[in-house]
DNA sequence: AAGACTAATCGTAATATTGCGATACGATAA
DNA sequence: TTATCGTATCGCAATATTACGATTAGTCTT
């Protein structure tokens, strides 16, 4: 085992526990701040910002790329990433509603 | 390798993959969904609820709990699970506050 | 005390994630 | 063309997570 079971829940519960997962790592956290705080394209920066071997750097925007959090374009010889806003939001969105299901919670225990 | 190198990331980069982390799984979902849902004491019923052997589903509610989001009082033989409202919040506003940095976002690429 | 019930923990196996060196691949520069 | 630069991918090793049977520990009932 060590394989979830996905099937034994909803596709909502699924798809949020996803997006949980793509935002589980600090290094993904870090290049999302990065891209938010620039607030642009960002060509080729990223490896130096983050500490990380540039393979490991790469296979983190490719998982980020894979949630659909991040776009890259290829500019020449580098590839610039920037925040994808539409799914941002989204996630923003089902996030949010996740949280606020709970807005007057009795504290009962 | 294998283990994240936290130390490359501000505290708050590690509090926030951590927090996601925390919600990365389908199980804890929909034990924190039928928490809510209930909005009380729910005692013993969710091995039921879940599908998963009891085993499991107390490893995810041990998570949980290390999380902050829920908290178990012993009732005689069983234990009552509820949500922790104040980590609850917590969580909802460093989520949230991670989510609106980026509001007018351009899309650029 | 003995049995039944609930939940936590232990031990273990399967799978996933993280990290990086090495390599490959495409674009630009010489 | 050849060299170089930036990035993606491959392959591997280390660690983490997920899942569950078995056991343990506690409470309640009889």
New binding site residues.
Partial sequence: ?????SDLFTKQQNDIANMA?AL??P?RIAILQYLVKKNACV??D??EELG?????T??????LKIAGLIQ?T?E????CYCINPKVWNQYHKILGTFFTEVQDIKSCC
């Fill in positions: 085992m060590g394989a979830t079971k997962k589980a790592h290094a060509c080729g990223l490896v990380l071997a540039q393979a490991t790469s296979q983190h925007l490719k998982e890259g290829i020449g010889a580098s590839v």
